[in-house]
């Protein structure tokens, strides 16, 4: 939570400065929304199934020169993976139906290079803080949800990704975007049973957002 708050008056800082410096009938602020597409990459996790969940956050574009925007973003990312009951040789260890919840609020800053009029690529580091981590399997005694407390938890409070993306703005505000997101480092605390394991969050997003 600590880290959350740091990264956050530091995204402040930066919109604001970006602000300052910009000619502030350029800027857009915004809002978006779509679907995840989740797992974890890594040769442990080869044969896990995909967590298909949704995203929703607020968008910021500050133009720095005619096709070079910053793009700074905060919003809530459903993340994590699925084993289905096929999937006999797994981490877990299981032959249950298991929804492995990781859930959290991503920081991307991106730099937007636009291509033709509308159509943009863009690119730039992404910062998460897990707000909720939560363990669903079937069947089971108590309806197959264990939250996970903090201190049990095998999973890291923060992930670095990097983000690849692209995105069409239409002139009326509305934009349609594709990204795909990939971690840095394995989502896993060292010193436990996973420190051994090698699983990095990699994310699909597809979405609509609207420029105000």
Do not use: C
Request: aromatic letters at 16%; proline letters at 2%; a negative charge.
């Amino acid at each position: 939570m600590k880290n959350l708050i740091v990264f956050t008056t530091a995204f402040l800082f930066i919109f604001t400065t970006g602000y300052a410096q910009s000619d502030s009938s350029t800027i857009q602020l915004g809002a978006k929304g779509g679907v995840n597409f989740s797992k974890l990459s890594g040769d442990d996790f080869d044969d896990v199934d995909s967590r298909t969940s949704f995203n929703v956050g607020l968008v910021a574009e500050i133009p720095l020169s005619e096709r070079i925007s910053f793009q700074p973003e905060v919003f809530y990312s459903g993340q994590g993976f699925d084993i289905l009951e096929r999937d006999q040789d797994n981490v877990f260890d299981t032959d249950q139906n298991i929804e492995y919840q990781l859930d959290y609020i991503q920081v991307p800053l991106l730099l937007k290079a636009y291509l033709v009029k509308g159509l943009s690529v863009e690119a730039g580091p992404q910062f998460g803080f897990k707000i909720h981590e939560e363990f669903d399997s079937e069947p089971t005694s108590d309806g197959g949800d264990l939250e996970i407390d903090e201190d049990d938890s095998y999973v890291k409070d923060f992930d670095t990704s990097v983000a690849l993306g692209t995105s069409y703005k239409f002139d009326n505000g509305f934009f349609l975007s594709a990204r795909y997101t990939l971690g840095l480092t394995s989502i896993f605390e060292d010193d436990t049973f996973f420190e051994d394991v090698d699983g990095k969050n990699e994310v699909w997003q597809f979405g609509l957002g609207f420029m105000f």
